[in-house]
C-alpha cells in the first residue's frame, strides 16, 4: 500500500486532491481541522479503508507531533507529502500608507501559511524518506513571488508564502542527495474559502486544480534540477 498524508483536507483544494489521491490508489492520511464540516467524512463512506482522518492543525506543535505519531504507528513509510494548509489572514485591505497594520494577524497567517508545512514536513521527514517516493508538495502560490511581486497590500499572506518558498528550498538542499523531490504548485485563482467565504468570481474550480495538479505530480521525477520546481497549475515556471 502506498501511503501519502495532505493537511487541510477538509473542503477546497486539500478535499478535492484527497479524492483524487483516492481514486489513484493511495492510502490517505487526510489532515481535518474544522470541526463542524464533514464532506471528508462523506468521502470517507467511499474509501472506509483507505482513508484515514486525523485531527491537523499545522500551526500548532503539539497537533502536528501528535499527528505524526498516529501515521507512524499505521506505517513507517510515506510516498508523498503535500501540504496544503493555509489561511488567508484579515490584513488584506490594509495599506502601508492608509492604516495601522495588524502585526499579530499577520503573524498568526505567517505561523500557519507559512511555518504550518515546515512543522509537518520536519515531524514526518523519516517516514518519507524510507518511502519510494520520497516527494513533498508545498502548495505555495504566485502571491509569494519577489521578482513578480505587484500587491499593496497582503503583506501577512505574500509574505508567509514566500517563506515557504524559501523553506522548500532549503529542505530540497537537505534531501535531494537522499533521493528526496520538492514541488512548489500554485493552483491558480480557484473559488475556494481561504478567506472563509466561497470566492465565486475566481477562475477556478478546486476540482479543475487538483486535476492538473496531480498531473504534474505524477510527472515530478522530471523537474529535477538544482532548485524545487515553482509552477503553476498548468506546468508552467514561475519566477522566484
Same mark, same amino acid.
Given at each position: 500500500? $502506498?501511503? /501519502?498524508?495532505?493537511?487541510g483536507a477538509d473542503r477546497g483544494l486539500g478535499l478535492e486532491l484527497t479524492r483524487q489521491l483516492l481514486r489513484a490508489g493511495y492510502a490517505v492520511f487526510a489532515g481535518k481541522y474544522i470541526s463542524d464540516w464533514d464532506e471528508l467524512g462523506e468521502l470517507q463512506a467511499e474509501y472506509p479503508r483507505t482513508l484515514f482522518q486525523i485531527s491537523l492543525d499545522v500551526g500548532s506543535d503539539e497537533s502536528v507531533q501528535s499527528a505524526a505519531a498516529e501515521i507512524r504507528s499505521r506505517t513507517d513509510k510515506l510516498e508523498m507529502i503535500i +501540504? $496544503? /494548509? =493555509?489561511?488567508?489572514? +484579515?490584513d488584506r485591505q490594509q495599506s502601508i500608507l492608509d492604516d495601522e497594520l495588524d502585526i499579530d494577524d499577520m503573524l498568526r497567517t505567517f505561523n500557519v501559511t507559512g511555518l504550518g508545512s515546515l512543522r509537518v514536513t520536519n515531524a514526518l521527514i523519516e517516514p518519507l524518506l524510507h518511502g519510494n517516493g520520497k516527494l513533498i508538495v508545498n502548495i505555495s502560490s504566485e502571491a509569494g513571488s519577489v521578482s513578480q511581486s505587484w500587491r499593496t497590500n497582503f503583506y501577512g499572506y505574500c509574505m508567509a508564502k514566500t517563506a515557504l518558498n524559501m523553506h522548500s528550498t532549503i529542505t530540497y538542499n537537505r534531501i535531494k542527495e537522499l533521493g528526496g523531490h520538492v514541488l512548489n504548485?500554485?493552483?491558480?485563482?480557484? #473559488?475556494g474559502r481561504l478567506g472563509g467565504k466561497l470566492n465565486t468570481s475566481a477562475d477556478l474550480t478546486p476540482e479543475y486544480s487538483a486535476e492538473k495538479l496531480m498531473e504534474i505530480i505524477g510527472r515530478y521525477r522530471t523537474y #529535477?534540477? +538544482? #532548485?524545487? =520546481?515553482?509552477?503553476d497549475y498548468l506546468g508552467r515556471k514561475l519566477p522566484w
Open positions: 500500500m $502506498n501511503y /501519502a498524508c495532505i493537511t +501540504n $496544503n /494548509a =493555509a489561511i488567508l489572514g +484579515n504548485l500554485h493552483p491558480g485563482w480557484m #473559488q #529535477q534540477t +538544482n #532548485q524545487p =520546481a515553482f509552477l
